[in-house]
């Protein structure tokens, strides 16, 4: 059994900043993608951005120069640096991320339970 558990949202003002965690945890022999998705309230989940094991990161064109995708391959985690926040940016926050949880088993998409950020005055 493999979860993940994000931290870092919250209420925050237009222009600042917060920065969402993600960490994976149970039966893992190897994490390969990990991500950031949000919905938004009434629309879809969409893509934000992910980062590869080798750290290769791609964002969505919203957030592109905003927001930052980091991780921790030691510890399992993601981060997301959120800057310069704008209401639009109001959403829950997923994360995601591919494991294999051991040498003989395939890839397993794992999602977090969400976490709520606000961008309000």
């Known amino acids: 059994q493999v979860q993940l558990v994000e931290s870092g949202g919250g209420l925050v003002q237009p222009g600042g900043s917060l920065r969402l965690s993600c960490a994976a945890s149970?039966?893992?022999?190897?994490?390969?993608?990990m991500g950031w998705y949000r919905q938004a309230p009434g629309k879809e989940r969409e893509f934000v951005a992910t980062?590869?094991?080798?750290?290769?990161?791609n964002y969505a064109d919203s957030v592109k120069g905003r927001f930052t995708i980091s991780r921790d391959n030691a510890k399992n985690t993601v981060y997301l640096q959120m800057n310069s926040l704008k209401p639009e940016d109001t959403a829950v926050y997923y994360c995601?991320?591919?494991?294999?949880?051991?040498?003989?088993?395939?890839?397993?998409?794992?999602w977090g339970q969400g976490t709520l950020v606000t961008v309000s005055s």
């Open positions: 980062i590869t094991s080798g750290s290769s990161t």
């Open positions: 149970g039966s893992i022999f190897r994490v390969n993608a």
């Open positions: 995601s991320a591919e494991v294999v949880a051991t040498p003989l088993s395939g890839l397993l998409r794992v």
